[in-house]
């Protein structure tokens, strides 16, 4: 692209940056683009950052479209006109702020915690890094009126983020994320009060682990199972992140004494020097954790991403190999065990609940139905989950929920993904195992044996930049407007489009009104049992394809047969709809 081709309102935007409201070294960078690189000026101008599933994430550098001082800046100065018109008789609003091992995280934290304090918030920061279930605990203990986390999850290295959290501890959700974005539209660079004042701003830190850890210990529904397999070989690695003290601390509380470490990840670096991505849904992130688990024969392995909030695992399959379970089966662990103790213990009431994501198998459902448990279903992102938890505030009892995504929440004491606690009771549902004279992935089969061999996939398809957006845009036109007739043989009997919030029957030729916010996610059911979910990320340049199949498992020795033949029919899915 040459300096012609330009959109003029590219430029325009890009001209504002190179005034004096603007540091020397942002206007620098801005020219160096307007001379050098077109191609760059227009992803980093053709859009301002907006509140996806996940809040405020981008490339870092500058640009209207990129994390930066600025950027920060506007978000945290939006967020603090919208607190104060929610809050106008507050004598003193509060906030607190929390950040991951990201390049520059600790300093949009600082820059988050001036902008709040110079607009007379009192600002609670944390010391050090601390993972995003922390900030959301310490929101709801202090009292504050919001929150931010500094992360970008598990991004790439290039990658920044914010996540607006609302007085309850959770993510923001519509009105409030796009009241946000309003304020933030408003302003002028010139407006935003980037001079702290220091006397507004504390500094928390390990008195808040210990509170944090008290609520994590009290989830343990077998402590003396625990106790008994206090030896049992765990590995955990944090990639580089928050999880580094928190989990093995939380492993501890628990009970496990024999936790090995991955020690060169257990240095924090925004570079993440190990991998290549810090995300635990991808197998080379756990390569050396699965390396040290062979040298201790491991009985669990751990994996959580730079903020904490996701986990992935792996257990040794039928064969003794290490196997990577997804995030599906990790949630299908959490839910039989929770509710299957809770049932045990006699706490069940009729009164509880779990809840998923509609992206998320079905099989969460199906346990939840056999315990009499009442189990919702709600958008991608745990600020639906939370959603669900405070409209059933002192009616009913949230016992967990989860998504495909690799997070999972246990109890209330925390609104959003918790991967500190989930890595506990991941660790007490190994040692429970054992003694049942076990490992993980039996118990899963057995779970299978009993409600069905649920099997899922994902398919995420990569659309970088401007272009890559519109494709991902016709793509989910064309499958709405032309949906299939059939998938792999099988007839498609029905559509749930949430964007147009209807569900259509097409055996019945019904239509019903799906009584959820609008998403751009599409959902087709065959008569088969499949089920095909599509939606654009709302973090990522990607658009993600979700795909469960299941099938009868008899026994556990036709476990190898029965996922081969699932394999099979998620390929020869794929296959048919041409997304390879």
Known sequence: MDKKQI???????ANVWLSKDYDAETRAAVQRMMDENPDELTESFYQDLEFGTGGLRGIMGAGTNRMNKYTVGAATQGLANYMKKVYPKEKQLRAAISFDPRNKSDYFAQITADVLSA??????????????P????????LK?????????SHNPKEYNGYKAYWSDGAQMIPPHDKNVIDEVKKIQIKDVKFKGVPENIHLIGEEIDKLYLDEVEKLSLSPSSNHRQAELPLVYTPLHGTG???????????????????????VVDGNFPTI???????????????????KVDAELVMA???????VGIAVKDLHENYLLLNGNQTATLLTWYLLTMWERKEMLTGNEYIVKTIVSTELISDIAKKHNVECYDVLTGFKWIAEVIRENEGKKTFIGGGEESYGYMIGDFVRDKDAVASCAMLAEIAAWAVNQRKNIFELLLNIYIEYGFYKENLLSVTKKGKTGAEEIRKMMENFRTKPPKTINGSEVVMIKDYQEQVQKDLKLAKETAIKLPKSNVLQFFTADGTKISMRPSGTEPKIKFYFGVKAELKSVADYDKVNAALDKKIDAVISDLKLK
């Open 276 to 294: 290549v991505s810090p995300n635990p849904e991808e197998p080379a992130a756990l390569a050396m954790a699965l390396d040290k688990a062979r």
């Open 7 to 13: 959109d003029p309102k590219i430029t325009e935007r």
């Open 134 to 141: 922390e900030l959301s605990f310490t929101i709801r203990h």
């Open 244 to 266: 580094v003290k928190l989990v093995p601390a939380a492993l501890a509380r628990f009970g496990f004494e024999n936790v090995f470490k991955v020690h060169q990840q257990d």
């Open 304 to 310: 959580t991403d730079p903020d904490a909030d996701r």
């Open 144 to 152: 504050c009126h919001t929150g931010v986390m500094i992360t970008a």
């Open 119 to 132: 607009n007379g918030f009192a600002v609670y920061i944390f010391d050090a890094l601390r993972p995003t």
